[in-house]
Nanobody
Framework: QVQLVESGGGLVQAGGSLRLSCAAS????????VGWFRQAPGKEREFVAA????????WYGDSVRGRFTVSRDIVKNTVYLQMDRLKPEDTAAYYC???????????????WGQGTQVTVSS
């Protein structure tokens, strides 16, 4: 089994930056890809970005492309989400999970973390 733990959320003003971390433990050799999703109150879980664990290939949701960057440090077993030029509409709980290569579907991911809250003030 793989366990994932998010950290790094907080309160930031619009236009600012935050970096989220997703620390993996357990059977990390079995990880295919790690994805970031977010969910705001009353809304469905939305795909943000993902990275292939070994190859490092990345893919992004349309609403964050060009502003967010996903990366990973295999030695530290950690995936990062650098969020720049944040907007109030980026406010949500952010989750990481493991899933298949190039997938953007939350239902195809598992080993979800507990989430970390990001709040962007206007």
């Amino acid at each position: 089994q793989v366990q994932l733990v998010e950290s790094g959320g907080g309160l930031v003003q619009a236009g600012g930056s935050l970096r989220l971390s997703c620390a993996a433990s357990g059977r990390t050799l079995s990880i295919n890809s790690v994805g970031w999703f977010r969910q705001a109150p009353g809304k469905e879980r939305e795909f943000v970005a993902a990275i292939a664990w070994n190859a490092g290939h990345t893919w992004y949701g349309d609403s964050v492309r060009g502003r967010f960057t996903v990366s990973r440090d295999i030695v530290k077993n950690t995936v990062y989400l650098q969020m720049d030029r944040l907007k109030p509409e980026d406010t949500a709980a952010y989750y990481c999970a493991q899933g298949p290569y190039t997938s953007r579907q939350a239902r195809q991911y598992d080993s979800w973390g507990q989430g970390t809250q990001v709040t962007v003030s206007s």
